[in-house]
């Protein structure tokens, strides 16, 4: 007797918006004050949702920028401000894994909450988000044999 369809959800990238490739490539080399300068260009041109997503990647971008170089208290006043104003968006606005960032900065906020106000805390415990493409989900159908 032949077997069901089965439905399985499987990955296919969103493409990302064009204008965000250079910031998103900054940020993959680790190059946040340039990635910041980036995403902070688009900004100032934009208007309605976008304006404020990209305000949202400036804010985080300079938030990472001051963890790696040990400015624990404005990693923490950026980081907040990049999570309010990323809050909201869905997971893959403008192509970008947003759901995957806005976790990423969450765990990267407890860390720096647990790690008090020491200016030499573990840096080691705090892993920096990666700003990948999102992944939409389609249904491919297979059949069992």
């Given at each position: 007797m032949p077997r069901r369809p089965t439905v399985w959800a499987m990955p296919e990238t969103v493409p990302v918006d064009e204008e965000l490739r250079p910031g998103v490539a900054l940020w993959e080399a680790g190059r946040y004050v340039e990635a910041h300068e980036e995403f902070e260009h688009l900004w100032l041109v934009e208007v309605g949702p976008r304006r404020h997503f990209l305000r949202g990647l400036v804010h985080a971008a300079m938030g990472f920028h001051y963890l790696t170089v040990g400015d624990l208290i404005s990693a923490r006043s950026k980081l907040a401000s990049a999570a309010n104003?990323?809050?909201?968006?869905?997971?893959?606005?403008?192509?970008?894994d947003v759901d995957g960032l806005r976790a990423g900065i969450l765990a990267s906020q407890a860390a720096l909450e647990t790690g008090g106000h020491d200016a030499l805390m573990d840096l080691g415990r705090v892993t920096i988000p990666r700003l990948t493409q999102a992944a939409a989900m389609r249904d491919v159908r297979t059949t069992g044999t």
């Open positions: 104003l990323l809050d909201g968006f869905p997971g893959d606005f403008l192509g970008l």
